[in-house]
């Protein structure tokens, strides 16, 4: 699987953008991209997921180059509830022979303030 | 409705006890996980069963034993628990074999005394 890093914190300010970016030099090429946010003393919950160029939802955007090397979740104009750890998972979401195993690097801290 | 349960959210309990952490999913997945996030705040994968059938199975003591009777169910059991072992513990489900999320339970803290 992909190794991933991110950056271990960040800080913003209620309703900026904060873009957090994600490293995967070691893609491949069947590999998704996805993103989990998980608040404190709560279990990871999926924010999006994508494969190459932009995905938006709701909640977020998803940036990835054309080389796939990296990738950036964009929210925007964040809120105090958006305090949380962010976690890039990089794997192969659509093999069937086997289970993915939704492997979790460090994270970055988010921590948004007034 | 609760997607993913677990319990007990919480659990207290002295060196050397056995002890076990049940989860049910109500959303009909086939592929459920144990993970252990430890005060780092690491998350890290235990197991994973697909359909009843053991699919993962990292670098776990033989203390831990997980068993899913049904796919709906997957339970932990811990035998001999030790200091280290304390940590958050979550379970996961999602449909194997397809570009799906995974949803998490809201994780059990077990603290070994």
């Known amino acids: 699987l992909a190794k991933t890093t991110q950056p271990i914190s960040m800080d913003s300010y209620e309703g900026q953008e904060v873009n957090i970016t994600c490293s995967h030099n070691n893609i491949a090429t069947n590999d998704y991209i996805t993103w989990y946010q998980q608040f404190p003393s709560q279990g990871p919950r999926f924010i999006i997921q994508?494969?190459?160029t932009k995905v938006t939802n709701e909640v977020a955007s998803l940036f990835i180059p054309a080389d796939r090397k990296s990738s950036t979740l964009s929210l925007p104009r964040v809120s105090l509830s958006d305090t949380a750890v962010y976690y890039c998972l990089v794997g192969d979401a659509v093999n069937t022979g086997t289970a993915s195993k939704l492997t979790f690097g460090t994270g970055t801290r988010l921590q948004v303030t007034l | 409705d609760t997607a993913v349960s677990q319990t007990p959210k919480y659990l207290v309990t002295q060196m050397g006890n056995d002890k076990s952490i049940k989860c049910e999913q109500n959303?009909?997945?086939?592929?459920m996980y144990w993970y252990k996030q430890d005060s780092k705040k690491f998350l890290k994968i235990m197991f994973s069963y697909n359909n009843k059938e053991l699919i993962i199975n990292e670098t776990v003591p033989n203390r831990f034993s997980p068993k899913s009777p049904d796919k709906a169910h997957l339970n932990l059991h811990i035998n001999s628990l030790e200091l280290g072992d304390s940590a958050v513990y979550f379970c996961a489900s999602r449909i194997q074999g397809a570009r799906t999320e995974a949803f998490f339970g809201q994780g059990t803290r077990l603290t070994v005394v």
């Open positions: 959303l009909g997945h086939d592929t």
């Open positions: 994508g494969y190459k």
